[in-house]
């Protein structure tokens, strides 16, 4: 889906490199395995690769159903295993990662089937051409819905 409802400047060829793009989002979390089936199971993401670095720092690349391009990178050193001086985690940052959808109302509908936590009812937003609507993660982390509208 593209995002067609706004109107888009000409791309900048002065920008950092011209090819600059969004690749993936990090999430950290202390249930590493319960991270990764909830991103597979509830909203269907592919486990790219899954690895441990350093010991003990579990790193996992999943990517959308039907998205090679952008992929969320799940982060953790498990519920007690943090090693000191580990940053603690940011309490001023991103609020929400989105993802467009062809319907919002029918994907909430099919999360709510499967017991995620809707935190907010599908609305439109008219001024960008959208509608959104809202679920939680197993941790919290909120996650947006978008579609286009006319």
């Not at 720092?57 to 039907?66: E, K």
């Not at 519920?79 to 319907?103: K, W």
């Not at 008219?126 to 809202?134: A, L, N, Q, S, T």
Request: charged share 20%.
């Amino acid at each position: 889906m593209e995002n067609t409802m706004l109107p888009i400047p000409a791309k900048n060829a002065a920008g950092i490199n011209g090819t600059i793009r969004a690749h993936h989002l990090g999430l950290w979390t202390f249930d590493f395995e319960g991270t990764i089936a909830w991103y597979t199971e509830k909203l269907g993401f592919r486990l790219i690769k899954q690895v441990t670095v350093g010991g003990n720092l579990q790193l996992a690349f999943l990517a959308p159903a039907n998205d090679d391009n952008f992929w969320l990178e799940v982060l953790s050193y498990g519920p007690a295993d943090a090693p000191q001086g580990v940053p603690q985690p940011i309490v001023s940052g991103f609020q929400h990662l989105c993802l467009s959808v062809e319907n919002v109302d029918e994907t909430l509908a099919t999360l709510r089937e499967r017991g995620v936590r809707v935190v907010r009812e599908p609305f439109d937003v008219p001024p960008i051409g959208k509608r959104c609507g809202f679920v939680a993660d197993l941790d919290g982390n909120t996650l947006e819905f978008m579609q286009n509208i006319g």
